[in-house]
C-alpha cells in the first residue's frame, strides 16, 4: 500500500457527490497549486540577488538566511512572515510584496 493511498482514497470518497462545476473548480485549483510547486523547485536554487531588489531589502533577507527565490516564496505564502522579519520595516515588506507578486505572475 502506497503512503499516500489513505488520503486519496478519502478524497475520492469526499468529492466523489460533487457536482461537475464543484469538480472543475477543484481540478482548477490543483493544477494551480501543482504548478506552483513546480515553480518553486525550479527557482529554488536561483539567489535572490538576481531579483534586482533594493540594496536594504536584499540585506534583510540574507540576514533572516532567506538567499533563494524558492525560499523567499515558500516564506511568502504568510506575509507576517515577512513583515516580522529582523530589519523588515513597512518599505522593505512592501518591496518584497511586488517582487513576490510579480514573480508570481511571471510563472
Known amino acids: 500500500m502506497h503512503r499516500y ?31 506552483s510547486m513546480e515553480i518553486d523547485k525550479k527557482q529554488y536554487r536561483i539567489s535572490i540577488q538576481q531579483l534586482q531588489l533594493s540594496a536594504r531589502a536584499t540585506n ?18 504568510n506575509w507576517e512572515d515577512i513583515c516580522v522579519l529582523k530589519g523588515a520595516g513597512e518599505k522593505v515588506c512592501q518591496e518584497i510584496r511586488l517582487k513576490v507578486a510579480e514573480l508570481r505572475q511571471i510563472n
Not at 64 to 75: D, P, R, S
Open 60 to 77: 534583510v533577507l540574507l540576514s533572516n538566511n532567506i538567499v533563494t527565490i524558492g525560499q523567499l516564496l515558500n516564506k511568502a505564502v
Open 5 to 35: 493511498e489513505p488520503d486519496i482514497l478519502h478524497i475520492q470518497r469526499s468529492i466523489q457527490y460533487y457536482d461537475l462545476n464543484k469538480c472543475k473548480l477543484l481540478a482548477d485549483w490543483l493544477a494551480e497549486r501543482i504548478h
